[in-house]
């Protein structure tokens, strides 16, 4: 598993619902916690593990040892939007070094399901409430920067330039998938996962 980086097709790809909750997405779970962990960050979506499924993991205190802030969200969706909207400094392990202004709600309530399939809702706000927007926009395929009004890196499009020339350099030498071999991918995965 690895975390794929800006533009890589499965970060603009709209996740579908997950159905089957079995021990392959605990392990898939157990290393995105792993991975997110090591990367230092609080919150990781499948899509930028190149999963396409409905899935986040999170922890905002970013500490393996808080066990209780660890959340696992299958299907989440948000329902309501309540007490206004605030701006705050978010950055994304898919775009390594960008740290932009993005306005969010400040307070939430979204359902989603756990790992052992029993759907929940939750009234958050804040940070937390900021890290589940973040990553269910991923899960549509959509990044951070889309809805940035600020950002904190300097000339954020020559910073998104350079990774597409990357991506497109690793594509040239296989090191990626071409579009045709994303689909393919994809097709399969949904398949297994139907
Ligand atoms: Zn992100």
Redesign the pocket.
């Known amino acids: 598993m690895r975390i794929v980086k800006y533009p890589h097709p499965m970060l603009a790809y709209e996740s579908k619902p997950l159905r089957k909750i079995d021990q392959k997405v605990r392990d898939i779970v157990a290393e995105m916690f792993d991975l997110m962990y090591e990367n230092a960050g609080v919150?990781l979506?499948a899509n930028?593990v190149d999963l396409p499924y409905q899935l986040i993991v999170m922890n905002q205190t970013g500490d393996r040892e808080r066990k209780d802030e660890e959340y696992v969200l299958i299907n989440p969706t948000i329902h309501k939007l309540k007490g206004g909207v605030e701006e705050g400094e978010e950055g994304?392990?898919?775009?390594p070094g960008l740290r932009m202004i993005v306005p969010r709600a400040k307070e939430i309530k979204f359902q989603a399901v756990d790992l052992q399939g029993q759907p929940h809702t939750y009234f958050w706000k804040g940070f937390q409430a900021r890290i589940v927007q973040?990553?269910t926009d991923?899960l549509y395929g959509k990044?951070?920067w889309e809805r940035a009004v600020a950002t904190i890196t300097p000339n954020y499009a020559l910073f998104l330039l350079n990774l597409k020339d990357k991506f497109n350099q690793d594509r040239k030498a296989g090191l990626e998938p071409t579009e045709e071999q994303f689909k393919e991918y994809v097709a399969k995965l949904e398949s297994e996962r139907a």
């Open positions: 919150g979506a930028q994304c392990l898919s775009y973040h990553e991923h990044g951070f």
